[in-house]
């Protein structure tokens, strides 16, 4: 395998036209090619976002884009969208991007059924555009990120082959025709799915992120964490599950929030108010048994 993927990358031209995964040959509208060789990041965090999502972006910029530097190491944040089938969103996002300079968009339509192909153009970018940093976090607009945790983590761990996530083992696919997430035996024979990285946050090194890129191919399952696991499994790469990714929301005390790599579910002005708590109080705020979270503003008092 490590021989065929020297193969492919020594055949690969440019982004826009290249001899691999001609079926993936999406041209890059901007690219901020400069992101990575000027800053030769540590990290790269890359956030799927789309056109009407202007809000969520502004409020990113705010918070979790602002850690630029953490424990000694450089991080690079953009956004990769698709295209709105209106000719002023599109606009919108032109303009947005010329005033923020950190939106990578790609010339397919932004659907949530092509989350999956979104994905897939987050590895391109990548492979094509970020050569030199050592992990690339794919991560959700409603994920609050605890930078310190994240980092911490990744300066002791491997640099190659190397994929950390809340990874979900045995999942079985959803029969029940009934049901949203249905999946039928032509979509998948098998009784389980392969260990996958649950999608709202997952770090991998920048190798697994080419890997997938250039073993992708075009019969795309649609749920794009399943898909990034059907990968890792034909690339031979098992996955490390880390708990303190908080994939179902629970944590919002800043105790809680101290011990995380990341939390979902936040939104709006709850991940502007527990962004500034998690920064005023994580280095000052001793957490024990007598320390418990008072209300949903995140205040927190001792018990007697």
């Not at 884009?65 to 000719?87: A, E, P, W, Y």
């Not at 939106?103 to 994905?119: A, E, P, Q, R, W």
């Not at 000052?284 to 503003?297: A, E, I, P």
Request: with cysteine; glycine share 4%; proline share 3%.
């Amino acid at each position: 395998m490590t021989l065929l993927w020297h193969k492919l990358r020594d055949n690969v031209c440019d982004a826009n036209n290249h001899s691999v995964n001609l079926h993936f040959n999406y041209t890059f509208i901007t690219t901020h090619s400069s992101k990575c060789s000027e800053h030769q990041p540590f990290l790269v965090l890359i956030t799927p976002s789309s056109t009407e999502k202007d809000k969520e972006r502004g409020i990113l910029r705010q918070t979790r884009m602002r850690n630029k530097v953490v424990q000694g190491k450089k991080i690079v944040h953009v956004f990769l969208i698709g295209k709105s089938d209106s000719t002023e969103v599109n606009a919108n996002v032109i303009k947005e991007n010329e005033k923020y300079d950190d939106i990578i968009i790609v010339d397919f339509n932004d659907t949530y059924v092509n989350m999956t192909l979104k994905t897939i153009m987050i590895w391109k970018w990548a492979t094509y555009f970020c050569v030199d940093t050592t992990y690339v976090m794919k991560v959700d607009d409603d994920v609050l990120v605890n930078f310190k945790n994240l980092v911490g983590t990744l300066i002791t761990a491997p640099k190659t082959r190397y994929v950390l996530a809340d990874v979900h083992m045995n999942t079985k696919p959803l029969r029940d025709k009934k049901m949203k997430w249905y999946v039928s035996f032509e979509e998948w024979p098998h009784n389980v799915y392969p260990p996958y990285p649950n999608g709202p946050a997952y770090v991998m090194s920048r190798d697994v992120a080419q890997g997938i890129f250039l073993s992708a191919r075009q019969e795309l399952f649609r749920f794009e964490d399943v898909y990034v696991g059907i990968q890792l499994q034909s690339l031979g790469i098992v996955p490390t599950h880390d708990s303190r990714f908080d994939s179902m929301g629970k944590k919002r005390s800043i105790c809680e929030l101290k011990q995380v790599v990341t939390s979902n579910w936040v939104y709006g002005d709850q991940m502007l108010r527990l962004t500034r708590n998690l920064e005023e109080w994580e280095e000052y705020l001793k957490c024990d048994d007598n320390t418990y979270l008072v209300d949903d503003t995140n205040m927190i008092a001792i018990k007697n």
